[in-house]
Protein backbone atom coordinates (compact mmCIF):
# COMPACT_ATOMS: atom_id res chain seq x y z
CA UNK A 1 0.00 0.00 0.00
CA UNK A 2 1.77 3.36 -1.41
CA UNK A 3 -0.60 5.34 0.55
CA UNK A 4 0.28 9.34 -0.90
CA UNK A 5 2.99 9.53 -3.85
CA UNK A 6 4.18 12.86 -5.08
CA UNK A 7 6.09 13.10 -7.99
CA UNK A 8 8.87 14.62 -8.58
CA UNK A 9 10.72 14.54 -5.42
CA UNK A 10 12.80 17.39 -6.61
CA UNK A 11 13.15 20.06 -9.32
CA UNK A 12 14.99 23.45 -10.04
CA UNK A 13 13.03 25.82 -12.77
CA UNK A 14 14.35 28.85 -14.47
CA UNK A 15 11.80 31.59 -13.73
CA UNK A 16 8.77 31.72 -16.10
CA UNK A 17 9.07 28.34 -16.56
CA UNK A 18 6.03 25.86 -15.92
CA UNK A 19 5.29 22.51 -14.60
CA UNK A 20 2.84 19.98 -13.00
CA UNK A 21 3.35 18.30 -9.54
CA UNK A 22 1.31 15.00 -9.53
CA UNK A 23 0.20 12.99 -6.67
CA UNK A 24 -1.70 10.40 -6.57
CA UNK A 25 -3.22 8.07 -3.43
CA UNK A 26 -4.37 4.42 -3.36
CA UNK A 27 -6.71 4.70 -0.62
CA UNK A 28 -9.77 5.61 -2.73
CA UNK A 29 -9.70 9.03 -0.41
CA UNK A 30 -12.34 11.66 -1.65
CA UNK A 31 -10.55 14.63 -0.11
CA UNK A 32 -6.79 15.70 -1.55
CA UNK A 33 -5.38 19.21 -0.81
CA UNK A 34 -1.92 20.72 -2.03
CA UNK A 35 -0.14 22.68 0.77
CA UNK A 36 2.86 24.97 0.61
CA UNK A 37 5.64 25.32 3.29
CA UNK A 38 7.85 27.98 4.28
CA UNK A 39 10.05 28.68 7.30
CA UNK A 40 8.44 30.04 9.80
CA UNK A 41 5.15 29.93 7.86
CA UNK A 42 3.39 26.47 8.39
CA UNK A 43 1.31 24.73 6.10
CA UNK A 44 -0.88 26.93 3.59
CA UNK A 45 -3.37 25.47 1.51
CA UNK A 46 -2.85 26.17 -2.20
CA UNK A 47 -6.07 24.49 -3.48
CA UNK A 48 -8.41 21.51 -2.67
CA UNK A 49 -10.65 18.76 -3.75
CA UNK A 50 -13.90 17.38 -2.36
CA UNK A 51 -14.13 14.34 -4.93
CA UNK A 52 -13.63 13.64 -8.43
CA UNK A 53 -14.75 16.26 -10.77
CA UNK A 54 -13.99 19.31 -8.07
CA UNK A 55 -11.31 21.79 -6.99
CA UNK A 56 -12.05 24.87 -4.76
CA UNK A 57 -9.38 27.35 -3.93
CA UNK A 58 -7.39 27.68 -0.97
CA UNK A 59 -5.35 30.28 1.48
CA UNK A 60 -3.22 30.90 -1.26
CA UNK A 61 -4.01 30.01 -4.96
CA UNK A 62 -2.18 32.77 -6.84
CA UNK A 63 -0.18 31.43 -9.29
CA UNK A 64 -0.96 27.83 -9.07
CA UNK A 65 -3.93 25.25 -11.22
CA UNK A 66 -5.05 22.39 -9.99
CA UNK A 67 -7.49 19.76 -11.58
CA UNK A 68 -9.18 16.33 -10.45
CA UNK A 69 -9.72 14.33 -13.37
CA UNK A 70 -9.58 11.00 -11.39
CA UNK A 71 -10.26 10.29 -8.09
CA UNK A 72 -6.74 9.10 -7.02
CA UNK A 73 -5.09 12.11 -8.61
CA UNK A 74 -4.44 15.64 -8.12
CA UNK A 75 -2.63 17.58 -10.14
CA UNK A 76 -0.96 20.99 -9.34
CA UNK A 77 0.33 23.12 -12.04
CA UNK A 78 2.65 26.40 -12.30
CA UNK A 79 2.02 27.90 -15.58
CA UNK A 80 4.49 30.29 -14.95
CA UNK A 81 7.08 29.85 -12.24
CA UNK A 82 8.36 32.75 -10.34
CA UNK A 83 10.86 32.79 -7.41
CA UNK A 84 8.07 33.47 -4.65
CA UNK A 85 7.32 29.90 -5.37
CA UNK A 86 10.47 28.56 -4.11
CA UNK A 87 8.69 25.88 -1.02
CA UNK A 88 8.15 22.33 -0.28
CA UNK A 89 4.59 21.46 -1.66
CA UNK A 90 3.12 18.44 0.23
CA UNK A 91 0.17 16.98 -0.76
CA UNK A 92 -2.86 15.09 1.63
CA UNK A 93 -5.55 13.18 1.47
CA UNK A 94 -8.18 11.91 3.84
CA UNK A 95 -11.29 10.14 3.43
CA UNK A 96 -14.08 12.43 4.33
CA UNK A 97 -12.75 15.42 5.42
CA UNK A 98 -14.01 16.29 9.16
CA UNK A 99 -12.32 13.93 11.79
CA UNK A 100 -10.46 11.95 9.58
CA UNK A 101 -7.03 11.82 9.27
CA UNK A 102 -4.97 13.18 6.35
CA UNK A 103 -2.90 11.48 4.61
CA UNK A 104 0.83 13.47 3.38
CA UNK A 105 2.98 12.38 0.50
CA UNK A 106 6.77 12.95 1.08
CA UNK A 107 6.68 16.57 -0.16
CA UNK A 108 8.63 18.19 -3.30
CA UNK A 109 11.06 19.97 -2.77
CA UNK A 110 11.11 23.07 -6.04
CA UNK A 111 13.62 25.71 -6.48
CA UNK A 112 12.99 28.89 -8.71
CA UNK A 113 15.90 30.64 -9.93
CA UNK B 1 -11.51 34.15 7.43
CA UNK B 2 -9.76 31.26 9.29
CA UNK B 3 -7.56 31.21 11.04
CA UNK B 4 -5.14 28.84 13.81
CA UNK B 5 -2.85 30.39 16.49
CA UNK B 6 -0.02 28.54 18.90
CA UNK B 7 3.42 29.50 20.17
CA UNK B 8 6.08 29.11 17.40
CA UNK B 9 8.38 27.35 20.10
CA UNK B 10 8.79 25.59 23.11
CA UNK B 11 11.33 24.15 25.04
CA UNK B 12 11.33 21.33 27.81
CA UNK B 13 13.55 18.90 29.15
CA UNK B 14 13.37 14.99 29.04
CA UNK B 15 10.83 13.53 31.14
CA UNK B 16 8.67 16.97 31.89
CA UNK B 17 5.32 17.83 30.35
CA UNK B 18 4.55 20.22 27.77
CA UNK B 19 1.19 21.65 26.64
CA UNK B 20 0.95 23.40 23.05
CA UNK B 21 -1.71 25.99 22.84
CA UNK B 22 -3.82 26.47 20.14
CA UNK B 23 -6.75 29.09 19.67
CA UNK B 24 -8.55 29.38 16.08
CA UNK B 25 -11.12 31.09 14.05
CA UNK B 26 -12.63 28.29 11.40
CA UNK B 27 -16.24 28.89 9.89
CA UNK B 28 -17.90 26.10 10.06
CA UNK B 29 -16.07 24.30 12.66
CA UNK B 30 -15.84 20.74 13.11
CA UNK B 31 -12.76 19.69 15.01
CA UNK B 32 -9.54 20.24 16.02
CA UNK B 33 -6.80 18.10 15.08
CA UNK B 34 -2.92 17.75 15.87
CA UNK B 35 -0.05 16.44 13.16
CA UNK B 36 3.82 16.00 14.62
CA UNK B 37 6.58 16.37 11.32
CA UNK B 38 10.11 15.55 12.32
CA UNK B 39 13.10 17.74 10.13
CA UNK B 40 10.72 18.65 7.13
CA UNK B 41 9.68 15.37 6.73
CA UNK B 42 5.33 14.53 6.05
CA UNK B 43 3.24 15.26 8.82
CA UNK B 44 1.77 12.35 10.74
CA UNK B 45 -1.49 12.66 12.47
CA UNK B 46 -1.55 12.55 16.12
CA UNK B 47 -4.92 13.35 17.47
CA UNK B 48 -8.78 14.74 16.79
CA UNK B 49 -11.65 16.18 19.20
CA UNK B 50 -14.54 16.60 17.51
CA UNK B 51 -16.32 17.46 21.41
CA UNK B 52 -15.30 19.57 24.25
CA UNK B 53 -12.89 17.42 26.62
CA UNK B 54 -9.87 15.37 27.16
CA UNK B 55 -9.16 12.70 24.53
CA UNK B 56 -5.81 10.35 25.34
CA UNK B 57 -3.63 8.39 23.39
CA UNK B 58 -0.59 7.14 25.18
CA UNK B 59 1.64 10.03 26.00
CA UNK B 60 0.02 12.24 23.87
CA UNK B 61 -3.59 13.93 24.73
CA UNK B 62 -5.34 16.50 23.33
CA UNK B 63 -7.82 18.88 24.70
CA UNK B 64 -10.75 20.86 22.84
CA UNK B 65 -12.70 23.70 24.55
CA UNK B 66 -15.72 25.08 21.78
CA UNK B 67 -16.94 27.85 23.90
CA UNK B 68 -13.02 29.50 24.28
CA UNK B 69 -12.44 28.45 20.48
CA UNK B 70 -9.29 26.67 22.06
CA UNK B 71 -7.36 23.89 22.19
CA UNK B 72 -3.91 22.09 23.55
CA UNK B 73 -1.98 18.98 22.99
CA UNK B 74 -0.36 17.55 26.32
CA UNK B 75 2.59 16.17 25.68
CA UNK B 76 3.52 13.41 28.81
CA UNK B 77 7.17 11.70 29.74
CA UNK B 78 8.89 13.56 26.97
CA UNK B 79 11.11 11.73 25.29
CA UNK B 80 14.32 13.17 22.51
CA UNK B 81 12.62 11.90 19.69
CA UNK B 82 9.10 14.16 20.79
CA UNK B 83 11.57 17.08 19.41
CA UNK B 84 9.87 18.05 16.56
CA UNK B 85 7.21 20.59 14.85
CA UNK B 86 3.83 20.26 16.25
CA UNK B 87 0.53 21.38 14.36
CA UNK B 88 -3.25 22.16 14.92
CA UNK B 89 -5.70 22.12 12.30
CA UNK B 90 -9.14 22.65 12.03
CA UNK B 91 -11.55 21.56 9.56
CA UNK B 92 -14.22 23.98 8.23
CA UNK B 93 -17.51 21.75 7.42
CA UNK B 94 -18.68 24.44 4.82
CA UNK B 95 -16.24 24.10 2.52
CA UNK B 96 -14.06 21.32 3.16
CA UNK B 97 -11.24 23.08 3.90
CA UNK B 98 -8.27 21.62 6.39
CA UNK B 99 -6.21 24.60 7.85
CA UNK B 100 -3.36 24.34 9.90
CA UNK B 101 -1.63 26.65 12.09
CA UNK B 102 2.13 28.15 11.54
CA UNK B 103 3.49 25.06 14.05
CA UNK B 104 5.07 24.86 17.27
CA UNK B 105 9.08 23.62 17.11
CA UNK B 106 9.66 21.56 20.16
CA UNK B 107 12.82 21.10 21.69
CA UNK B 108 13.64 18.18 24.68
CA UNK B 109 16.91 18.67 25.53
CA UNK B 110 18.55 16.04 27.88
Known amino acids: NAGVTQTPKFRVLKTGQSMTLLCAQD?????MYWYRQDPGMGLRLIHY???????AKGEVPDGYNVSRLKKQNFLLGLESAAPSQTSVYFC????????????FGQGTRLTVV | GQSLEQPSEVTAVEGAIVQINCTYQ??????LSWYQQHDGGAPTFLSY????GLEETGRFSSFLSRSDSYGYLLLQELQMKDSASYFC???????????FGQGTTLQVKP
Open chain 1, 92 to 103: ASSPSGAGSEAF
Open chain 1, 27 to 31: MNHEY
Open chain 1, 49 to 55: SVGEGTT
Open chain 2, 26 to 31: TSGFYG
Open chain 2, 49 to 52: NALD
Open chain 2, 89 to 99: AGFSGNTGKLI
